[in-house]
């Protein structure tokens, strides 16, 4: 039997944690061998706190084989502590017609506070994923707080994103959703991201030559992805929550999967045109459990270097909005 690893989520009896918990405690995120156990964290509000009590009665409930322990609190310091994962949900959600950028410096405050106190808790082992909105920036804040934990431990969920592009394609194409491989997001989550279509392959062909109807790529597809988000909201009057779990799943046990090659953002180092030191979407290949290399060298047309070019941008300016509260 593997020692159990421990596994911090904030936000816990939100709507994504709701959709989350479960999961993780049956294996889907590491598997079916290994012992998990839930550090959960929730904001120091009684009805939050109670709620929690109720997800914990729950997991509870399910006995899940693989389920050793539930810690529930609302001090970070103790929520934290030793974890090897830290899966950050938690913040403020995006209502109907909210802007992101509406929340960065609410939600920024939260993972000042969180970024500093992983640091000093977590395990040395800790990974970081950020899911919380707005979640490239909210992971780079966190990371600017951490001395002991490399930046490259830190990552921010795009996978949300890669799966619905998968899905549209494959809808477009009229083909099984397995045939669609090797669609990455680049940028930031948000309409801005680029789902780069023509690396994308549909059956072994080039997706570019399986869908010829470039405007549609252009235009429909990537605003499709891009505000799938929004038209979600505007449809269920809450942000996705059960989708979103799902690609946290994906996110994390990709990354602990030698060789699974997937979107996350990590910190940039120039690849493909982004600025140092911002979170940005881009392909990258799981090398050992947890670590990643970035796939470069895909070309970019000109199309894809406007998008790209507009996705970065918005990146900057959302740093510059935040550089007061990193200090
Ligand atoms: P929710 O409101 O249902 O749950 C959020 C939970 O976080 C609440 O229970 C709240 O009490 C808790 N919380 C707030 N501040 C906290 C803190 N400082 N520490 C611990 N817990 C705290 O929201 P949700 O639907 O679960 O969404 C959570 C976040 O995920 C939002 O920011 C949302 O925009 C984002 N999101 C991101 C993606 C993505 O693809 N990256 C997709 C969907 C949603
Ligand atoms: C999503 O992509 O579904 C969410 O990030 C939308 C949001 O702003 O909460």
Redesign the pocket.
């Known amino acids: 039997m593997k020692a159990p690893l421990r596994v911090a989520v904030t936000g816990a009896a939100g709507q994504i944690g709701y959709a989350l918990l479960f999961r993780i405690a049956s294996g889907a995120m590491f598997g079916p061998d290994q012992p998990v156990i839930l550090q959960l964290i929730e904001a120091p509000i009684e009805k939050a706190m109670k709620a929690l009590e109720g997800v914990a009665m729950e997991l509870d409930d399910c006995a899940f084989p693989l389920l050793k322990g539930i810690v529930m609190t609302d001090d970070a310091h103790v929520g934290f502590k030793d974890a090897n994962w830290c899966l950050l949900i938690g913040a403020k ?2 209502g109907p017609g ?1 802007e ?1 950028a509406d ?1 960065l410096k609410d939600n920024g405050r939260i993972f000042i506070g969180q970024g500093k106190i992983i640091d000093a808790v977590a395990a040395d082992d800790a990974r970081i994923a950020v ?1 919380g ?3 490239n920036t909210n992971c780079m804040i966190a990371a600017s707080q951490a001395k002991r934990l490399p930046s490259d431990r830190f990552t921010a969920m795009v996978r ?2 890669q799966n ?1 592009a998968q899905t549209q394609l494959a809808k477009k194409a009229g083909v099984d959703l397995t045939a669609v491989k090797d669609i990455f997001i680049y940028g930031n ?2 309409p801005s991201m680029f789902p780069a279509f023509a690396h994308a392959t549909i059956d072994g062909k080039a997706a570019p030559d399986a869908i010829t109807d470039s405007a549609w790529l252009q235009g429909p597809f990537c605003e499709t992805v891009g505000k ?3 038209a ?2 505007a449809a269920r009057g809450a ?2 929550a059960a ?2 779990a799902n690609a946290l799943v994906d996110h994390v046990r990709d990354l602990m999967t030698p060789g699974a090659i997937h979107s996350i953002a990590v910190k940039s180092n120039g690849a493909y045109g982004f600025d140092a030191n911002v979170w940005a979407g881009m392909p990258v290949r799981t090398t050992t459990p947890g670590a990643y290399e970035v796939i470069t060298g895909y070309a970019m047309d000109a199309f894809a270097q406007s998008k790209l070019a507009a996705t970065n941008k918005e990146l900057v300016e959302e740093r510059a909005f935040v550089a007061e509260l990193i200090g």
């Open positions: 959600p995006r909210m992101r929340l899911v909105n707005p979640a949300l994103d619905r989550h948000s799938r988000g929004a979600i909201i942000s996705s989708s979103a």
